[in-house]
């Protein structure tokens, strides 16, 4: 829709350390919406289990709402499912969830098949946070299992995701990247292949300029029927609880199997945190 004012995320939260090592998280995002309410044990320093209703980990995970990957293969940017998961939060880390739920991407193509839920879903993060001689590094890896995926458009089927990453920062210059493979996916029936790679340059800690490349394709039987995008932007933080970010997206789609719609746009987001 052009020219549409939204309201994209207020999520308000708190969390509670009530007993030693023990602790309890809620949070709800109104303008979805999307409960998160996980009960949570660190069982030695910086290793945990927790259970409950919270984000499935899988990939890198971004804020910028103009980035697709984890859209195009519909898992969605913003989800919630139920179930259990372990984790750390070393240097290097690691992430093993078992969840099953009803799940609502956001989703770029022309289908009615909007609501996946799967008997059970198993994914798996691992990778490394920290210092790579003078760089400030993050690379990672994922892996999703999906048994009994539904759509309400398609039969049940299992399905399969892979995703790498990486997020590398030299002083004010940062380079980042993100790669995605899904086998058979829910909501339609086919493979697809989508990459990311840009530039993040941090004039001053207020001000940061980016540019990226996005490419997906959305049938990889059908490889020149691909999506490529530019992205131009920019994030000016001030008063300490409020940033502005404003994006020029240039799309354009090869050939006219693609179901993606191509358009160009431009955004202006406000942010108020505290």
Known sequence: MQ??????????????EWIKNWSTTFAFNIPQPLLTAFLKYEFIPKHYVQGG?????????????TAFLIDQLHFGTDTREAGAM?????DFFYKLAVTTYKRFPKMHVRSTSTITQSDAVYTANVGYKGKMGSLDSLLGASFMYEQGAQS??????DTQAYDGYLWLTW?????????AFAVDKPTIDRDSFSFYAGLQLQLIPQLSFMARYEYY???IEFSADATHRAVLGGRWEFFKYAAVESYF????SFNAGTNINPGNAFYVMGHIFY
């Open 171 to 179: 002083k004010k210059l940062s380079l980042f990247g993100e790669t």
């Open 86 to 90: 372990i984790g750390s939060d070393t």
């Open 53 to 65: 209703v919270f984000h499935v980990p899988m990939g890198m995970g971004y804020e910028d709402h």
């Open 152 to 157: 309400s458009g398609g039969a049940d089927r």
């Open 3 to 16: 020219r549409t004012f939204f309201f994209m995320e207020a999520h308000p939260g708190v969390t509670v």
């Open 249 to 252: 997206r240039y799309e354009d």
């Open 217 to 219: 394709i959305e049938d």
